[in-house]
């Protein structure tokens, strides 16, 4: 099977981990676990390298530009089970991508997974390559296990311009599909929404019609995130509207998410939407996904460090 193509390999180094697993700060899970450090990805719109320059944490090189492979991760983990209590949530990919190109040649990620199926503990994976087709066999033990391929827009001509190392969309619809059919419990990860880019009616319209299409839960953070946008971002966002010319019919913030359910609902779309990643006040904004509507509209929001481990 074809995965994906990729223009460019970052810088990797393969690294000895003191901790695999660590306490998340948010309320949409107990533990986070990051298989790699950096991300080949390197999203213009990361939040992580924000995340870090705010914490005072230097990175080894540009975003994108690095990847330390985290060697003993599995030997790790399987250590630090001891702590986890029955019914603790575990969120792997938080700060990285779980399925970046090197997960095809080191499996750490996999390793993980087989950690994990001796345990009953919920397991989310949040990623958007394709290559996580290749575990459907790994995901189908895991007692608890739900993927989240992350979408946050269809038009690749918009992935060329902020994500342009990611798998392009029509590959993350696809391997939707797939885990869907294999029997995999799976949601897409609608975030974020770009400034002047997707926050048009018209753009979402787009987006979820070909979400309605799969017909899986969707995931939503209409949050735009822009004190985490690196300054880069901008810079991409200025080539992208001088080229496509900027978008008059952009919503104010407060519209967006109002926009995206009623949309939801016309189309026949599973939406659950929150307001960001709210820690402050520890509300309930992703605790469970999707169903239930607690921690909706939260706007408290603060910069957790979810880039250890």
């Not at 950096?38 to 944490?57: E, T």
């Not at 990919?93 to 499996?107: K, L, S, V």
């Not at 290559?131 to 033990?141: H, I, N, Q, Y």
Request: aromatic share 8%.
């Amino acid at each position: 099977m074809c995965y994906i193509v990729y223009m460019r390999s970052p810088a990797l180094k393969v690294i000895r981990c003191g901790t695999i697993l660590n306490r998340c700060p948010l309320d949409f899970a107990d533990w986070t676990v990051n298989p790699y450090g950096g991300c080949a990805f390197g999203c213009s719109y990361c939040f992580v390298p924000a995340m870090k320059a705010r914490l005072g944490v230097e990175l080894p090189a540009s975003w994108g530009e690095y990847v330390e492979v985290k060697g003993n991760a599995a030997e790790t983990l399987r250590r630090q089970m001891r702590a986890v209590k029955p019914g603790e949530r575990i969120a792997m990919g938080t700060a990285t991508d779980p399925y970046q190109p090197a997960e095809r040649t080191h499996r750490i990620t996999r390793s993980l997974l087989e950690q994990l199926c001796f345990y009953d503990n919920p397991v989310s994976i949040t990623t958007r390559s394709p290559l996580v087709l290749r575990d459907v066999d790994v995901l189908a033990r895991l007692a608890n296990v739900r993927v989240n391929v992350s979408i946050p827009f269809v038009d690749d001509a918009v992935r060329r311009a902020f994500e342009p190392n990611a798998p392009a969309p029509a590959g993350r619809l696809e391997c939707v599909r797939r885990l869907r059919d294999a029997g995999i419990r799976v949601s897409i990860f609608w975030a974020p929404v770009l400034p002047g880019v997707t926050d048009t009616e018209r753009a979402m319209r787009a987006i979820l019609t070909e979400f309605a299409k799969i017909g899986v839960p969707v995931l939503a953070m209409p949050l735009r995130h822009q004190p985490w946008l690196p300054p880069y971002y901008e810079q991409r966002r200025r080539a992208y509207l001088r080229e496509r010319g900027p978008d008059a019919t952009a919503l104010p913030g407060r519209e967006v998410g109002r926009t995206m359910e009623r949309l939801a609902s016309e189309l026949g779309v599973a939406l659950e939407v929150s307001e960001g990643l709210c820690v402050e006040r520890r509300v309930p904004a992703l605790r469970r996904m999707p169903g239930g509507a607690a921690g909706r509209r939260q706007r408290t929001c603060q910069v957790p460090d979810l880039s250890r481990a």
